[in-house]
């Protein structure tokens, strides 16, 4: 349990709040449920999260209209 609450959250990882992560689920446009989502996001290095919403393939921008 205590390894659990060392683990960067996903919301972290994808440099939003806790509030935007669940109001955009991001998960329901990937396929996958919540769980299966999160794995996922916490094998990815910050630099390929980084480089990802450079190049605008994720949207952390809560202004956004197709995001939003």
């Not at 689920?25 to 996958?32: A, D, E, K």
Request: a positive charge; glycine letters at 4%.
């Amino acid at each position: 349990m205590l390894k659990n609450l060392k683990r960067e959250k996903p919301w972290a990882k994808l440099r939003m709040s806790r509030k935007e992560y669940e109001t955009r689920r991001p998960w329901t446009n990937s396929g996958v449920r919540r769980t299966g989502f999160e794995e996922h996001i916490a094998h990815f290095p910050d630099a390929v999260i980084d480089s990802r919403q450079e190049a605008g393939e994720i949207c952390v921008n809560p202004s956004c209209a197709p995001c939003s």
